[in-house]
């Protein structure tokens, strides 16, 4: 199928507007992205048709939808290739993802001196649920260093690795500079220690393939709102093995087998980990947006991506007083900048005024600002609705901001 990039922007309503007078640019996809028609009219289907609490009911609506929200279990399953949608969790965001696995992981496995290894790259919502963890049960966070140009430093990780690592969770690709993490050989080196692995895939389900089986990840987290689909709901992959063992999250409603005051016995995977109503509508809309990248075509997508991102980073370069931060042959879909000796926020400030939505900031991901002894930075993030025409006008524009503000 030829890319028609015409086509896919129109399917985005909100991109065809103007902001301060002049056409948006949205390059704050690492953020968010934004929600083609599908999706939009997949949750508000849910709304006008089938709205009816899953589960629960006899009557039909009530099947209808529970039948909707299972079905969009079986997209993601098949999405990201696990073995059985029982492994496929639903769960607020990917920051919902890590709290559940921190704690019910944590309080099933982990004890006073044991070791939870993450990188310097990491978000922050990889990074404080683990130091809540190691405050309730006296676990120690060892931490990957990066390097220079933004890549983990993978011999410390070697010498990291020791009889006391019970779990390592890492970003498969940085927020902030879009490096992809070599999360094939992390996994190798941390199953050869016995070490389960959790990757948080928050920047790469949609930019890569992802499989888990292939990658042989214990866990795989990830947000809806970053692949198209609506915020507030998003997903944890985990191995049966390890989510039959682990303890509950949440309790409450749905996650039970028999609940009586002498004792409680819960429910089979998923439900053990999903208490209470969910986001069906949310759910039922993530299955739309896979089906609307699929029908896209993945390969196509990420073909065209690349592309654009190349391009985006070989303009960008040309303009006075650019530096990148993170400079690895390995990246994608984010480039993370300062201009000369200005602060990322006037240059953002500026942009906006220009149309352009970039994010500026720590991006929640302050150790690695301290890393490089920096604030912030501007970051541009593309998505495959963003155009080569989008990145000239930015470097177009970062030219004015750059004599502006030097
Ligand atoms: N992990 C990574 C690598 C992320 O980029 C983000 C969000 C999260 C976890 C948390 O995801 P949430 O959906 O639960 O909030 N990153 C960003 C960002 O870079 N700018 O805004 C949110």
Redesign the pocket.
């Known amino acids: 199928m030829a890319f028609d990039i015409r086509k896919i922007r129109a399917d985005f309503p909100i991109l065809s507007q103007e902001v301060n007078g002049k056409p948006l640019v949205y390059f704050d996809n690492?953020?968010?992205t934004q929600k083609p028609l599908a999706v939009i009219d997949a949750e508000a289907g849910v709304y006008k048709t089938i709205n009816s609490n899953i589960h629960r009911g006899v009557h039909h609506l009530s099947n209808v939808c529970t039948e909707a929200f299972e079905d969009a279990r079986k997209k993601v399953a098949g999405f990201i290739n696990a073995d059985s949608s029982d492994e496929i969790i639903f769960t607020r965001?990917?920051?919902?993802s890590v709290n559940l696995l921190s704690f019910s992981f944590g309080e099933t496995f982990l004890k006073e001196g044991d070791e939870v290894i993450l990188t310097e790259m990491e978000?922050h919502?990889?990074i404080v649920p683990w130091q809540l963890l190691a405050q309730r049960r006296g676990v120690a966070i060892k931490v990957v260093p990066v390097t220079d140009n933004g890549e983990l430093d993978m011999q410390v990780f070697g010498e990291l690795l020791n009889e006391k690592t019970r779990l390592v969770a890492v970003?498969h690709?940085?927020?902030v500079m879009g490096t992809i993490n070599p999360v094939e050989e992390i996994i190798a080196l941390a199953h050869a220690a016995d070490v389960p692995v959790m990757i948080?895939g928050?920047?790469a389900i949609h930019h890569l393939p992802v499989d888990v089986q292939k990658l042989n990840s214990d866990f795989y987290v990830f947000?809806g709102?970053?692949m198209y689909a609506p915020t507030g709901v998003?997903v944890l992959y985990g191995k049966r093995k390890w989510l039959e063992m682990m303890k509950p999250y949440q309790g409450g409603g749905e996650m039970i087998d028999k609940v009586s005051f002498s004792g409680t016995t819960f429910n089979d995977l998923p439900y053990k980990f999903e208490a209470g109503t969910p986001n069906y509508a949310g759910v039922i809309g993530l299955g739309a947006a896979i089906d609307y990248l699929q029908e896209q075509g993945l390969e196509e997508i990420w073909a065209y991506e690349h592309e654009l991102f190349e391009y985006a980073k070989e303009k960008m370069q040309t303009v006075p007083g650019m530096r990148f931060v993170g400079q690895t042959a390995n990246h994608t879909s984010v480039i993370s900048f300062l201009l000369g000796h200005s602060h990322p926020f006037d240059v953002g400030t500026l942009l906006d005024k220009l149309g352009f939505a970039l994010?500026t900031g720590h991006?929640?991901a302050q150790p690695l600002m301290d890393r490089f002894q920096i604030s912030g930075t501007v970051r541009a993030s593309f998505a495959f609705y963003n155009t080569k025409e989008e990145v000239d006008r930015l470097v177009e524009a970062l030219l004015r901001v750059g004599s502006m503000l030097s």
């Open positions: 690492a953020a968010t965001g990917t920051t919902e978000h919502s990889n970003a690709i940085s927020n948080d928050a920047q947000s709102h970053k998003g994010r991006h929640c």
